[in-house]
């Protein structure tokens, strides 16, 4: 956890404490480059390295090391988490252990995911600018079908059965949707305007018992934030709605099925997945922050990849840990990359991994 430093008997600074799990693919090529980022700010952080991922499974079998949660929640501020997934591994179950893991046994239940747009270049829709894609969808993130509820009946046979359980619990569907009403009174948009619309996305009338609970939930917590407007959209008519129209949303929430979904469309606005940075938050407690995108394995290790979804990731860490100063510098930093066209190819680009990533720690120096 965060450490104080002494000077001649006088208490200085105190320094946050931050993991960093790089992860597989191209996670281990730009999360050296976020954490290069957040060191040319100069913000008060050190950072601890762990090998957690595809090799060290293939290597010596461990996931998750004993207590390496308790150890997490215990000696760190935040962590910050590359991606998951290896060709190698098929069964994908250290991406499991590791990052549902972290997201569950930590229960870090609001995973956040601000989708903005920053220049007009970037959106493959007509007309758009960057003034009207400028939402966060908070996606519930310890429940819903990825629990792994569920099993398989007579597997391999013509009578196989295979069920995946949908689990909505009253606590964790009200602590999501009340997450989104705070977020929506704490928060402002990129010019300054505050946010005033919280959304619930679901598909209650096909999903009648989940759904009944949403509706039930959303109704009587958004009564409690008269200020703030309510709205709903069935995820299928919100998908519609976000291609023809983006502008219209502020504050989404959503399930973790419906959530992950959404937010590789969204990503779609910014630019693509390389531009998309999200939060796992519970709040009070070691957070973790990872970039939306996954391992990638066709373009790893190519020198290809964009960092800018996890630099921004590292400056809504740094948000979140109260360095806004830094963090403001690093997205006016990529902003910059941007309009100079100082990115790389999946952005319009020709600069590899390092090079952009160079280019905004050159900015963040001078
Ligand atoms: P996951 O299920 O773990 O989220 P995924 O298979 O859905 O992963 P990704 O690994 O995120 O998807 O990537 C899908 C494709 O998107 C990649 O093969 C790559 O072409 C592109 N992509 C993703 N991230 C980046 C990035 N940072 N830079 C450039 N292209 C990217």
């Known amino acids: 956890m965060s450490s104080q430093k002494t000077q001649g008997g006088k208490a200085t600074q105190v320094r946050k404490q931050i993991a960093v799990i790089p992860g597989d693919g191209i996670g281990k090529e730009v999360i050296p480059q976020a954490v ?64 549902l893991g972290m997201r569950f046994r930590m229960d870090l239940y609001a995973n956040v995911r601000p989708v903005r747009l920053l220049d007009a270049a970037l959106c493959p829709l007509k007309g758009v600018e960057p003034k009207d894609v400028d939402f966060v969808v908070l996606r519930e993130n310890t429940e819903g079908v990825y629990t792994d509820a569920g099993g398989v009946f007579k597997q391999g046979t013509a009578d196989e059965i295979a069920t995946q359980e949908d689990i909505n619990t009253r606590k964790g569907v009200e602590r999501i949707i009340r997450y989104a009403f705070e977020y929506c009174k704490t928060h402002t948009k990129l010019d300054g305007s505050p946010r005033s619309k919280v959304l619930m996305c679901d598909k209650s009338n096909a999903m009648t018992h989940a759904g009944g609970l949403w509706q039930r939930v959303f109704r009587e917590v958004s009564a409690e934030y008269p200020q703030i407007t309510a709205q709903h959209m069935y995820v299928d008519a919100l998908c519609m709605q976000m291609v023809r129209d983006p502008r219209q949303f502020d504050v989404i929430v959503t399930n973790n099925l419906f959530g992950d979904i959404i937010t590789d469309l969204s990503a779609g606005l910014q630019g693509g997945l390389g531009m998309a940075a999200s939060g796992n938050i519970h709040p009070g407690r070691t957070s973790m922050f990872e970039p939306v995108h ?67 720690q050159k900015f963040l120096s001078s």
């Open 294 to 360: 996954g391992s990638a394995p066709p373009i790893a290790g190519k020198n290809q990849a964009n960092p800018f979804g996890a630099i921004l990731t590292a400056a809504m860490m740094l948000a979140h840990l109260g360095f806004e100063k830094e963090s403001a510098r690093i997205e006016a930093a990529v902003l910059e990359a941007v309009r100079q066209k100082k990115v790389t190819q999946d952005i319009g680009g020709s600069l590899g991994t390092k090079e952009a990533a160079a280019w905004i």
């Open 36 to 99: 290069q980022a957040i060191q040319a700010t100069g913000a008060a952080v050190d950072f601890t390295d762990f090998d957690w991922g595809a090799d060290r499974y293939l290597r010596d079998g461990t996931t998750v090391p004993p207590e390496g949660f308790a150890m997490l929640g215990r000696d760190f501020d935040a962590i910050l988490v590359g991606a998951f997934g290896d060709p190698r591994v098929k069964t994908n179950i250290h991406a499991k252990e590791i990052l």
